[in-house]
C-alpha cells in the first residue's frame, strides 16, 4: 500500500511530513497513499488538491467540489489521525457500521496509533464518502 509516487503538490506539504516523527509519517503517508488511489478509482472526485489547512496535509476536491475536505494529523493524544469537517455525518455514520474496529475523537476524526495495520478496505470506503460528500 506504500505507493510513493505520486509527488508532494507543494514544498510546503512536502516540508510539513518531513516533519513528522519517521513511525508517525509512515502511517500518515500510507493515508495519504490511500486517498489518492482512491480518487483515483472514483471518476466523479476529479483532480485532488493537496494542500495545508491550520498546519495540516488537507485534500479537496476544487474542480468537481463533490467532496468536503480530508486533513491528517497528530493529535495530543499521540499517534496520527484522519479528520473530517464535524458538522458532517460521515463519522458518526462510519461509526455506526466500524464501531469495534476504529477509534474515534467526536465527529471529527478516526484515531490510529503508530504501528498500527490500516484496515485498507473499511478506510476506502470512508474516504470514498469523504471525497464525494456533496453528491448525496
Given amino acids: 500500500m506504500t505507493d510513493l509516487s505520486h509527488v508532494f503538490q507543494s514544498t510546503a506539504v512536502a516540508d510539513t511530513f518531513a516533519g513528522f516523527p519517521v ?26 488538491e493537496e494542500t495545508l489547512k491550520w498546519g495540516q496535509p488537507a485534500y479537496l476536491t476544487p474542480d468537481s467540489k463533490s467532496g468536503t475536505t480530508i486533513r491528517l494529523g497528530v493529535p495530543k493524544t499521540g499517534g496520527y489521525a484522519l479528520y473530517v469537517h464535524c458538522q458532517t455525518t460521515l463519522i458518526p455514520e462510519f461509526r455506526s457500521l466500524f464501531a469495534d474496529e476504529f477509534t474515534f475523537d467526536g465527529n471529527r476524526a478516526i484515531l490510529f496509533q503508530t504501528g498500527q495495520n490500516l484496515p485498507t478496505e473499511p478506510l476506502r470506503l470512508f474516504i470514498r464518502n469523504a471525497l464525494t460528500y456533496h453528491l448525496k
Fill in 23 to 48: 513511525d508517525t509519517r509512515t502511517g500518515l503517508m500510507a493515508l495519504r497513499n490511500l486517498i489518492f488511489s482512491t480518487a483515483r478509482e472514483t471518476p466523479e472526485v476529479g483532480r485532488i
